[in-house]
């Protein structure tokens, strides 16, 4: 069964500024992209929990908060590794733990940022605002990134199954049922009444 989220667009190659190319390509880059960023905070938490007195003042002084980082990190390494198995092998059903879980943690995300940037600007105005900004910028783009991701997923999908119907962006309808309007010039044949002259 295919995972469809009605409110998301299906993009149909990568758009970006002035550069694009096509999702599949897109979606490898940023799949890696993500991976390295995972290996890297991985490895700065393990380095603060085996040396803890490197910067004891910074929020990894706390063992617990550390060890709680560290479990989410190896899951969402685990679910990129998946993400990259189903990208390279073209096996969608790989692909789905990360969508639905990158999905509800932008979700929540953006709430969150949403809430911490309104209280903040009614204490300091300036510096709320500036974090409301910027937070809401990060949220788009990544966002934007999951869309790219959602879209290759379901491209996938429609290679697999033809019957799936990847919802055209532009109109709102499923590919296998848009139908184009004959020309004015070319009467098809199911009009019979301007196939044949009328009849005396």
């Not at 500024?17 to 905070?41: D, K, Q, Y």
């Not at 109109?171 to 009849?199: E, G, H, I, R, T």
Request: hydrophobic share 50%.
């Amino acid at each position: 069964m295919t995972f469809i989220v009605k409110c998301a667009p299906v993009l149909k190659e990568w758009h970006f500024c002035c550069c694009s190319c096509s999702l599949r390509a897109a979606a490898v880059v940023l799949a890696w992209l993500i991976t390295i960023l995972h290996v890297s905070e991985l490895v700065t938490c393990v380095i603060h929990l085996s040396h803890s007195a490197i910067d004891p003042e910074t929020s990894y002084g706390n063992t617990k908060v550390l060890i709680s980082i560290l479990g989410v990190l190896v899951g969402a390494l685990i679910l990129d590794v998946l993400l990259l198995y189903g990208i390279h092998n073209k096996k969608p059903i790989y692909m789905l733990p990360f969508l639905v879980s990158d999905l509800i943690c932008i979700m929540v995300v953006t709430v969150c940022v949403i809430i911490s940037g309104i209280f903040a600007t009614v204490s300091y105005w300036e510096r709320g605002l500036v974090a409301l900004i910027v937070g809401s910028v990060c949220m788009l783009l990544a966002a934007f990134f999951w869309v790219v991701l959602y879209s290759y997923y379901r491209q996938i999908e429609e290679e697999k199954n033809p019957n799936s119907g990847i919802v055209n962006c532009t109109c709102q309808v499923p590919n296998d049922q848009v139908k184009m309007l004959p020309d004015d010039d070319k009467v098809p044949s199911y009009f019979p009444n301007k196939l044949a002259p009328d009849m005396a």
